[in-house]
């Protein structure tokens, strides 16, 4: 019998190491966490500041040491451009997120369980997409819906994918929020030993049944990931969407569809896009609150999938 068995004072060692580990990752991850939470909420009070208020110095919660932010709120909550881009933000995540899903779940399926010819180039294809800049996802769907045969049947269709809010937001959104998402469910699918689905196909189960019954509930914790990790990369995609849709704001209300202003979506702007207009436009207070909401968002929506992923009612 080859080699030596553990000794105390190893066993001991090994989890010594792991504690410090441990105490540094929540140590460091705890100060991450609170630092952040002081930078927002720091300046939540700064929210309910109005143009009126600064000019009339009725404004009581601060000292002469610290500086308001001119017009963080005053252009800020009753500028119709926010709300839109509120909508705008909300709804096209969902949309693509729950594509991404019905597409994603049964191909990370197949990519786990069956031999596919070039399985392989499709995985590295896929990773590859994860990785490279977003700017990059967005130019090359503009050469690609610019030119050759996607461009013309966009000329036969009498509409165009690119600088467009529908299809094009969905679009540039989907990309990444797909590839993101098919690690997970992939990674969740592979996690579940095949053997499994056998025994219930032995004992008079058809396919379908022994996936509903046995490999979904086994995975369903890898498949909420997947979308939760597919809900906010859409929430917060800016190359993408910048390169291959612009902004919207400037663009005069006959260039959008009824559709779009009936759901109140028209001159807007995704928040994360809006972000970066404001401060180009040098409203960097403006900025600032709309990457404050952007947070708030993505907090609320991560924390509420959990939950609702902890409790299983997502099946």
Known sequence: ???????????RSATGDRTIFKS???SFTGFMFLFSAYLFLSNLDQLVVTEAAIKTREITSWGEDREVMNMFAGGFWRDAYFWK???LTLMVPVITTLIASLVGIPTAYALSRYRIPGKAAIEVLFSSVMVIPASSVGLCLIVMFNYGPFWNLQQQLGFRFAHSIFPGMILASFVLSFALGLSA??????????????????LGSSRWRAFRTVTLPISKSGLVA????????????????LFFCGTFRELPPA??????????????D?????IWAQIEYGNVEYGFALAFILVIIGGLSVYAMHRIGAKGYIW
């Open 185 to 202: 469910w992939k990674a969740a699918f592979d996690g579940v030993n095949p053997r499994f689905e056998h025994v219930a196909r032995s």
């Open 270 to 274: 995704f928040l994360s896009v809006a």
């Open 226 to 241: 997947g979308v939760i990790l597919a809900w906010t990369r859409a929430m917060a995609e800016f190359g993408a969407v």
């Open 24 to 26: 540094f990752f929540y």
């Open 1 to 11: 019998m080859s080699g030596n068995p553990p000794t105390m004072a190893g066993t």
């Open 85 to 87: 881009s509120l909508n």
């Open 255 to 268: 260039r959008f569809s009824d559709l779009e202003k009936v759901l109140h979506i028209d001159q807007a």
